[in-house]
């Protein structure tokens, strides 16, 4: 049975999240500010973190930038607000969805119930057989999942890596945004097609020179090219 932090200052939103998740039979645990999120991680390891933003002591982007210091813990952070400047911050720390409020908790649960398979089956996936990918000076090691430009480490996000690592993969091959988001996130995915953008905007900030190489196919979705002079 998967457990859940739930973390939101205010008690109404942990109530109605709780009651939902045990509904679908999650174990529940609650905290009311980011600090206290923090320390339950780290004594309690949930399975999966909901995450308010806007809450005292320590804010949902600082708590969650805390807990990935120590945990590959999934995050789905919550807000009020849908700037694009909270989306790309929070997918910068490496959570795994983001929700706007006021939300459907129907749909939290199945985000929730989602990315949970998703973190069940890649436990369960084989290794590849090809290791290391390079190009120019571009080097990717897909086992220790590092990345390195002209002998420098570039540290991703882990969603930038898995995005990456498939477009890879799949190199100079046409990739509509429906097959994207199905095959990295996840064909249950329930976000939209913003998140694919803000990663594909995430990663070539990452890469730099090199992210002239994934080109944009308009109307069709995204390519990475290894042949671009």
Same mark, same amino acid.
């Given at each position: *049975?998967?457990?859940?932090?739930? =973390?939101?200052?205010? $008690? ?25 999120? $923090?320390? *339950? ?7 999966? =973190? @909901? *995450?308010?933003? *806007? ?20 995050? @789905?952070? +919550? ?15 490496? =959570? ?19 990315? +949970?398979?998703?973190?069940? /089956? /890649?436990?369960?996936?084989? /290794?590849?057989?090809?290791? =290391? ?6 080097? $990717? ?7 390195? @430009? ?6 991703? /996000? ?22 994207? @988001? ?32 994934? $080109? ?14």
């Amino acid at each position: *049975m998967a457990k859940l932090l739930i =973390v939101d200052d205010e $008690v109404n939103i942990r109530n109605l999240i709780v009651k939902y998740a045990k509904y679908e039979n999650y174990k529940t645990m609650e905290a009311g500010d980011g600090m206290h999120a $923090v320390m *339950m991680c780290k004594d309690n390891e949930p399975d999966l =973190v @909901i *995450m308010d933003i *806007m809450m005292p002591e320590m804010d949902g982007f600082t708590a969650s930038r805390e807990i990935k210091k120590f945990s590959d813990v999934p995050i @789905i952070l +919550l807000s009020a607000r849908g700037e694009e400047y909270d989306r790309i911050n929070g997918f910068e720390i490496g =959570v795994d969805d983001y929700v706007i409020k006021p939300f459907s908790p129907k749909e939290l649960m199945l985000r929730i119930a989602a990315i +949970l398979r998703r973190v069940e /089956s /890649s436990k369960n996936a084989p /290794s590849d057989k090809n290791t =290391v990918f390079t190009l120019d000076q571009l080097e $990717v090691n897909f086992i220790s999942r590092i990345v390195k @430009i002209e002998g420098k480490r570039i540290d991703m /996000s882990p969603k930038e890596y898995d995005l990456f690592f498939y477009m890879i993969r799949n190199a100079n091959i046409a990739l509509t945004r429906e097959k994207l @988001i199905c095959d990295v996130w996840g064909c249950d995915f329930y976000g939209d097609d913003r998140t694919l953008d803000t990663h594909i905007k995430l990663l070539r900030r990452s890469l730099g020179d090199y992210g002239k190489y994934i $080109v944009t196919l308009r109307g069709v979705g995204y390519r990475f090219e290894t042949s671009i002079q």
